[in-house]
């Protein structure tokens, strides 16, 4: 399959595997942000391939993981409301609030139902005009373009049963939370590719310069993968500290500058909680006030309890890279998919999810 | 035979024509369905008695049984439809134990307003594929839910098969040093299923798998094989089949991703919903287990059916991971048994 197959092939995946063995001279720890990167890693096993002293920790940019109970148990509670048509992307469904997940929801006889893109919902709203439809927009700034274009549609067109409610976070504030802790062990990260795709390079540049870590941005197969560790081993061994495209297949370095448009004319920057991680400041978005109108967070007074999360869920120290899925003693025995204490377990992307899932 | 058969079809229904709840009633609009649809479709002269119970000959062989449940949304998709599915599925659920079918029921529960066009394409289509897998439906049932209670029609299929081989054929059989072979591509039942009923659309139509498996199975004993075990590939995939396998006999699979054979269309659909077509399902796929000697055999006449059918891994003694999967780099990695459907992922 083209654009596949050549990011998979094994003669090119062994070729850049001897170079990063004759490259390291000592051990490094490098972060991968994105969750997508961490499921191939651990699929592909690039990991068992990697000289022994390169030690890859998984980075928090798995957005179903980070996404607050409080903000889970928001959305359970509006799928209980009769008239709400309840709509999310497949795995939200599963990741456990303090009263159960989605799918608990919809056997309650809430209305919850699976979409691919924010757009169907609109769809579906016009279809039921007696009803309440609400999107659960949750994502990194991949997805903010086409919840900022849903809603823009909505407005233009005049559909008025139509909301969303917004858990949108972003990369940098994050990386900036990470780097700024004393526990921090991260030398070097691979950027999240399709991140960048929207966004360019230029929010790394003072990360980069602050933090003295090279910042490389990285696609997600095998391939790919190997390219943007090369690439970052290689300024860690010549003590540099620089943002780097290695993905140039899909990133420019300006980004898409007509999807941040969008966004931008729909959303502002907030403070925004992050499971296992706490508050970050400016780290997501909200919907501006001139689109009040398709907040669910306005147009529906909140029911959701507060928060009461588990003491034995490790997630919070795994999704900032202290630990290893399965250094958690609750991974596997008492957290599985089938009963996830922490979203990190439920997700396609989350970090012990890929672990139980490749990794046993 | 197959292409005349609608023409045999007695009951021209008119377009406007739908199942009410009478037709459940146990009364003369309920017979009439019986009359004007079912019995000509499924005549036989067991089913002709009109009996309360169906009395069949007594086998020489021990037999087999088996029951399915089909409730797939949309009724009529791709490659197939739930009539086609409802004797596919109980048929080869049958010849997996290496039994020759013979006898079927079928149960429908239909949903009030459910268009009688539907209804009797659903049953020539089940008769079609009934008369090609050589087997008599010889009992049924029908009953009618109101409007908003089914999906227009569920159908039970059991189904009664007469072993033809002596040695068991079953995941006890499985030995540590067999090889596993499969049967052809993987993926298209469940792909072409999500992309009708979610409206995706890609480049070109992917049809289901949805087929008898009688001719390949039938090939295989005839061949005088050492069958350790069959096993059709249907909800959970591949994935679901062997780690099933692997729990039931103790024992250990390795998998060799790179002879698992996906069609470009299908590995496209799965690249683009974040699914691993591994544990897509399937309607017209099996695995078998032997002894590896009698592999290259095996093989030889799986691709008189499915040129892609592929020799994909071995069995070994129980070890740590029940299923792994091998890949390009000679890196390994567990197949994982999932806990339930795979959800598409957000980016």
Known sequence: ?360 | MDADFASQCPAPWASSDTVTLAHGGGGSLGQRLLDRLFRPHFSNPVLATAHDASVLPNPAAAIAVSTDSFVVRPLEFPGGDIGHLAICGTVNDLLMAGARPRWLSAAFILEEGLPMTTLARVVASMARTARRAGVEIVTGDTKVVDRGHGDGIYINTTGIGVLTSQAPIAPSSVQPGDAILLSGDLGRHGVAILSVREGLKFESTIESDCDLLLEPVEALLRAGLDIHCLRDLTRGGLGAALHEIAATRQVSIDIDSEAVPVCEAVRGACEVLGLDPLHVANEGRFVLFLPATQAGEALRILRQFRAEASRIGSVRPLATVPVSLRNAYGTTRVLPYLSGEQLPRIC
Request: proline share 6%.
């Open chain 1, 1 to 360: 399959m083209k654009h596949l197959d050549e990011y998979r092939d094994a003669t090119s995946v062994r070729r850049l595997v001897s170079a990063i063995q004759r490259l390291v001279t000592r051990p490094w720890t490098i972060m991968e942000i994105c969750g997508g990167q961490t499921h191939a890693i651990v699929r592909f096993g690039i990991d068992q391939m990697l000289p022994a002293g390169i030690t890859l920790i998984h980075g928090p940019g798995c957005p179903v993981c980070v996404t607050p109970v409080s903000m889970i148990d928001r959305a359970i509670a509006l799928a209980g409301r009769p008239e709400v048509i309840l709509c999310s992307y497949g795995d939200m469904l599963r990741v456990p609030g303090s009263q159960g997940d989605l799918f608990s929801a919809k056997a309650r006889g809430g209305d919850v139902r699976m979409v691919y893109s924010p757009l169907d919902c609109l769809a579906i709203a016009k279809k039921h005009a007696d009803r309440q439809v609400v999107f659960f927009a949750v994502g990194f700034e991949t997805t903010a373009p086409v919840h900022a274009l849903a809603v823009r549609r909505a407005r233009d067109e005049g559909v008025e049963n139509f909301s969303l409610l917004v858990s949108q976070v972003l990369v940098p504030p994050a990386i900036e939370a990470l780097l700024s802790s004393p526990h921090s062990k991260v030398q070097g990260f691979l950027a999240a590719g399709h991140v960048c795709t929207v966004m360019g390079l230029s929010e790394y540049l003072p990360l980069a310069r602050r933090f003295r870590v090279p910042m490389v941005v990285t696609g997600f197969e095998p391939v790919d993968l190997l390219r943007g560790l090369l690439a970052c081993l290689q300024q860690l061994e010549s003590g540099r500290a620089e943002v780097e495209n290695a993905y140039e297949r899909a990133v420019r370095e300006d980004g898409n500058p007509s999807a941040r448009q969008w966004m931008e004319k729909v959303f502002c920057v907030t403070d925004r909680e992050w499971r296992g991680i706490g508050c970050i400041p400016a780290s997501g978005y909200r919907l501006r006030d001139e689109f009040a109108a398709w907040d669910a967070e306005r147009r529906f007074p909140s029911t959701a309890r507060s928060e009461t999360l588990t003491t034995e869920c490790w997630s919070g120290r795994v999704l900032q890279g202290l630990c290893k899925p399965v250094e958690c003693p609750a991974f596997a025995t008492r957290c599985t998919p089938d009963h996830p204490l922490g979203a990190t377990m439920v997700s396609a992307e989350g970090a012990c999810a890929a672990y139980y899932r490749y990794r046993r």
